[in-house]
């Protein structure tokens, strides 16, 4: 399954590749649809971001057809920073989201919460062609829990948390695409909360436990490991195009395989996001995100039967709010 939405998003990318026309930078064309780029006198920095509030509100007395009453609000912004100098182009950027639902009579939960800052560094070799390093960190803000078991806690801040850093090439044939391809990328995943280590969370070693006659733990004799190391080969493809004059489409592919422990199970980030503006405030915006990583056990069902291991993430986000521009 990895392998044909690998397949099928880098063919659809390719192919719009070569409709298009001069070399230019992905990332910032993107935000600067969105939030106004700004570019100082000696035209070296380019910058710009947006701020987008989503709100959803029901409420629902004596309705025969039932149901619960909700509140539910996702904050979001996106900003970048990019340098532009000779043969230098260093690109940075930072998104944030978070988003709460409360339900009548139950718990309040988070339904969107992450950081990612993204960093890339590149000197020019010829034509499209630059060699590039780049950092990338992302992780989320607060605890979260299952949504089956609101007292079990299955995350937290920088649990987990990743990092990788990479050493390869990246191909801008238009400001429309982009393809970095790092064969040599360090990973790093963080789990900052103990009790989510010492259970072996998102692939790090667990706890060592001394157990009694009965095999039940009675003493923690190793506490479980905070970081996992991880070394292979990076993929990361951007595109994004104004599909009509107020509606705009932009997906980014992650691919990660491990060198050091089964490189043919490879991760997989994929996200996609249409925005259709109404005007210079108010705008609906419709995103996707697919996750594969075969380090994150999750509970799910197969029809009746439970399973418990990696399975394909997936998660949709529709939303209609005001948009600020900076």
Known sequence: ????????????????????????DTDRKSLRDK??????????????????????????????????????GIAQANAFANKRKGRIAWDNSIALAYGLLAQEGKKTFKSDDRWELNSRYGYQMKGPWYASAMLQVRSQFTEGFDANADTVKISNFMAPGYLLFGLGVDWKPNEHFSLFLSPATAKITFVMDQDLADAGAYGVDPAVYELDTLGNPVRKVTAGKNSLFQFGAFLNATYQTDVAKNISFMTKLDLFSNYLKEPQNIDVNWEMLWTFKVNDWFAATLGT?????????????????QHYGPTTQFKETLGVGLTFKF
């Open 1 to 24: 399954m990895k392998k044909i939405y690998t397949a099928v998003v880098l063919a659809a990318m390719t192919s719009s590749v070569f409709a298009q026309g001069d070399l230019g």
């Open 35 to 72: 939030g106004e780029a700004k570019t100082d006198s000696g035209k070296v920095w380019t910058k710009g971001g947006v701020f987008q509030l989503n709100f959803t509100q029901v409420q629902l007395t004596n309705w025969a057809a039932g149901g619960l009453s909700s509140v539910s």
């Open 289 to 305: 995100q697919l996750i594969y990583d075969n380090d994150i056990d999750i509970a799910w069902k197969e029809g009746s039967v």
